[in-house]
């Protein structure tokens, strides 16, 4: 693994334990300035400052007390600035619904350090087990 590769994996840990604390601000800061967010509802924020805002709202709403685990990463370098960042996902509510799904982002490097340009999670809709 290239060190490249091991930084995108490490900036998307760092977005999970944030995520999984409530941790808006320190989610959102893994964004570069000009990210934008597609998020598994559909619903689409730009810049950092408003993809905190939506993330503090699910945090505050339906994912209150939520953890989000994701599952082996795969990098896909395009060149020495973009990179594809995807990973399985599970996100668990407190008394809700256990939630699977798949994550990908876009990623740019500035300034030395990769930055989510785009991030495109998606949630698969509940089975039942026969």
Do not use: N, Y
Request: with cysteine.
């Amino acid at each position: 693994m290239s060190p490249d590769e091991a930084e995108i994996i490490r900036v998307h840990q760092e977005f999970a334990r944030c995520w999984s604390r409530g941790d808006a601000r320190g989610a959102a800061a893994v964004f570069a300035d000009d990210g934008v967010r597609v998020g598994a509802g559909g619903d689409m924020q730009r810049g950092r400052a408003a993809i905190e805002h939506a993330l503090d709202a699910l945090f505050r709403g339906t994912f209150r007390g939520a953890t989000v685990t994701l599952g082996i990463s795969a990098v896909r370098l395009l060149g020495t600035e973009h990179a594809l960042w995807q990973a399985p996902l599970e996100i668990f509510v407190p008394g809700g619904p256990h939630l699977r799904g798949h994550a990908l982002d876009v990623m740019h490097k500035r300034d030395g350090r990769w930055w989510v340009l785009e991030s495109h999670p998606k949630l698969f809709p509940a089975t039942q087990d026969p």
